[in-house]
Structures are given as structure tokens and as C-alpha cells.
T-cell receptor
Framework: DVKVTQSSRYLVKRTGEKVFLECVQDMDHENMFWYRQDPGLGLRLIYFSYDVKMKEKGDIPEGYSVSREKKERFSLILESASTNQTSMYLC?????????????FGPGTRLTVT | GQQLNQSPQSMFIQEGEDVSMNCTSSSIFNTWLWYKQEPGEGPVLLIALYKAGELTSNGRLTAQFGITRKDSFLNISASIPSDVGIYFCAGQNDYKLSFGAGTTVTVRA
């Protein structure tokens, strides 16, 4: 079974802090994604990576950056956390050709910025 | 990416009922996907549809890929308490998914 794990299920951070969210997948997938989930808005893509050190902006990249130094690991960075970044963050992975399986999601990190 | 129009936003269903939800888009997609998210978990893929007009079942779930490639629906037959959760539709082109806002399903025992 594909497994996508995220480093924390819950995080509470203060405004202005630098925040790191980590994601690891164990299926040798090329693609990895970071989404933000807010009630009534569904899932919105923040950043996407199709290879080590490669990244592309998604729909809402402002205030975020990412790092992919190893194929299995994709990190989301909030350089200076703000209260409007309080949300559920979901990591996902897929093969290069997503084909039959869409994307596999991790359990999510619920981040609260106070 | 575009957000898809998913309806209804929420529903209360009686155990044993059949229910439907649907998703529409102004854009064409090559693949339609339906995910379910349970409390505290990430979305899990339920059904994937690859061909316009395709009707696919997975147990009590049935989904269809619209002929125009701009819509899809999901039916759940004979609802049971474990059907509780948020159901998301997603349209896929290449690697990218566009999601609906979700349908929250609550089952009345």
C-alpha cells in the first residue's frame, strides 16, 4: 500500500514564526503536492514538484515555499506564519503518469497560527 | 486551477437511503475522480473514471463520467453509518487535479 506520512497531525505556532511541514512517501513517486483545505473551498494547490529540486507554483503559492532535496520527501515552509494561514495542510504523491490512481494523500496537518 | 461546482454542499441521509451528488465544470477533463475524507484523515480515492459516458461501480458506489466531459455524479446506495464523511469530486488533466468544495454526508441512524 502507498503510504504518505506527514510529520505532525496538529501544530500551533505564533505569528511571524518560520514553520516547516514535512511529508514523506514510500512508493518512489515522482510527483508530490502540497494542498491547503478550508471549509467550503475544497482543496487548493499550493506547490507541486515533479522531481528532486524541481517545483512549480500552484494556485495559492503566496506566503509559502517548498523544498525537495530527496525524491521521497517534500517540505512546505511558511517563512513568516500569519493567522490567515491557519488551515489543514495535505500532502499528496502520484506517479509521473498519474493514470489510474489519481493522487495518494497523507492524513493532513492541522496548523493553527495565533 | 479551477474549482468545480459540487452539490449539494451537505446532506443528512436516512440509513438505507440511496443518495446522489454531482459535480460540474466549465472545462473538459480527461479523468474524473471521487474521493472520500473521514474526520482526521486525508482523502481516499473511491472511484476513477477515464472515458466519457463511463459508468463505474465500487460496491455500493456508482459514478458516471458525463458525455460532455464536464460533469460527473456519484450515487451511494443503501446508506450505512460508515458512509459519513466529506466526498470530493476532482477533475484531472495531466498531473493536476481541480477539486470541488465537497459534500458533507451525515447519516441519521
Amino acid at each position: 500500500d502507498v503510504k504518505v506520512t506527514q510529520s505532525s497531525r496538529y501544530l500551533v505556532k505564533r505569528t511571524g514564526e518560520k514553520v516547516f511541514l514535512e511529508c514523506v512517501q514510500d512508493m518512489d513517486h515522482e510527483n508530490m503536492f502540497w494542498y491547503r483545505q478550508d471549509p467550503g473551498l475544497g482543496l487548493r494547490l499550493i506547490y507541486f514538484s515533479y522531481d528532486v529540486k524541481m517545483k512549480e507554483k500552484g494556485d495559492i503559492p503566496e506566503g509559502y515555499s517548498v523544498s525537495r532535496e530527496k525524491k521521497e520527501r517534500f517540505s512546505l515552509i511558511l517563512e513568516s506564519a500569519s493567522t490567515n494561514q491557519t488551515s489543514m495542510y495535505l500532502c499528496a504523491s502520484s506517479p509521473l503518469v498519474a493514470g489510474a490512481f489519481g493522487q495518494y494523500f497523507g492524513p493532513g496537518t492541522r496548523l493553527t497560527v495565533t | 486551477g479551477q474549482q468545480l461546482n459540487q452539490s449539494p454542499q451537505s446532506m443528512f441521509i436516512q440509513e438505507g437511503e440511496d443518495v446522489s451528488m454531482n459535480c460540474t465544470s466549465s472545462s473538459i477533463f480527461n479523468t474524473w475522480l471521487w474521493y472520500k475524507q473521514e474526520p482526521g484523515e486525508g482523502p481516499v480515492l473511491l472511484i476513477a473514471l477515464y472515458k466519457a459516458g463511463e459508468l463505474t461501480s465500487n460496491g455500493r458506489l456508482t459514478a458516471q463520467f458525463g458525455i460532455t466531459r464536464k460533469d460527473s455524479f456519484l450515487n451511494i446506495s443503501a446508506s450505512i453509518p460508515s458512509d459519513v464523511g466529506i466526498y470530493f469530486c476532482a477533475g484531472q488533466n495531466d498531473y493536476k487535479l481541480s477539486f470541488g468544495a465537497g459534500t458533507t454526508v451525515t447519516v441519521r441512524a
